[in-house]
């Protein structure tokens, strides 16, 4: 069956403008997962949804970042403001359940670019 | 709180030898334990994971992994390596506590480097 896709693949956009980054879970998951990868660097998480709620948004960097879900399906990280510091691959992954035993399936990611 | 080490930033085998790439954790509980693999310019792909039961567990594309509990160590390894083989490693661990979600906590990740 189809993974997890992410779009745009890649984005480039100027310091101060808002972007939005769209995921789409596998069909069936109900966890859902935001993550920040550096370059050169490991895995930063940033938020989890169980259904269309955001039980633990500890991982957000600031204010600037938001994050939905609806319809227990595809979630907007949204960012405002960039930063050339936000410059990273976001990563998306999802699983059947919230719980730490069940394996996330990552999609590709999008690059982001902040001038 | 959670944490693993990765320690070697890079690890280079020769096509066809025993490769071992090293992780170790911390963490309260009884971990769960999982390894991911990136390829350039992809998402990561799980692998193998741990959560109970024979220490030894055996993964896709002929990865295994052995739990050591009293070394708090989770290493991959693959009895003989592909040039194929070769990517990005992350070893990852959350705290098996009963219910609830608990944080993937993912390593820095060692790029395993097979040469022919």
């Known amino acids: 069956g189809a993974g997890v896709s992410q779009s745009p693949s890649n984005k480039v956009t100027e310091k101060g403008k808002d972007v939005e980054l769209r995921c789409d879970p596998i069909?069936?998951?109900?966890?859902l997962y935001w993550y920040r990868q550096r370059l050169g660097q490991g895995l930063e998480f940033l938020i989890y949804?169980?259904?269309?709620?955001?039980?633990?948004k500890s991982g957000l960097p600031s204010d600037r970042f938001s994050a939905e879900r609806t319809g227990e399906s595809v979630s907007t990280l949204t960012i405002q403001r960039t930063q050339q510091e936000d410059s990273a691959v976001y990563l998306c992954?999802?699983?059947?359940?919230?719980?730490?035993?069940?394996?996330?399936?990552f999609g590709p990611g999008t690059r982001l670019t902040v001038l | 709180a959670q944490s693993v080490a990765q320690p070697e930033d890079q690890v280079n085998v020769a096509e066809g030898n025993p490769l071992t790439v090293k992780c170790t954790y911390s963490v309260s509980g009884n971990p769960y334990l999982f390894w991911y693999v990136q390829y350039p310019n992809r998402g990561l792909q799980f692998l193998l994971k741990y959560i109970t039961g024979d220490n030894l567990v055996k993964g896709s594309y002929g990865f295994e992994a052995e739990f050591n509990k009293s070394q708090t160590s989770f290493h991959l390894k693959k009895p003989s390596a592909l040039v194929s083989d070769s990517a990005l490693y992350f070893c990852?661990?959350?705290?098996?506590?009963?219910?609830?979600?608990?944080?993937?906590?993912f390593g820095a990740g060692t790029r395993l480097a097979v040469h022919p």
């Open positions: 992954a999802s699983s059947l359940q919230a719980s730490g035993y069940n394996e996330q399936f």
């Open positions: 990852a661990v959350s705290n098996g506590a009963s219910g609830g979600y608990n944080k993937l906590i």
């Open positions: 949804f169980q259904g269309n709620s955001a039980p633990d």
């Open positions: 069909s069936g998951h109900t966890a």
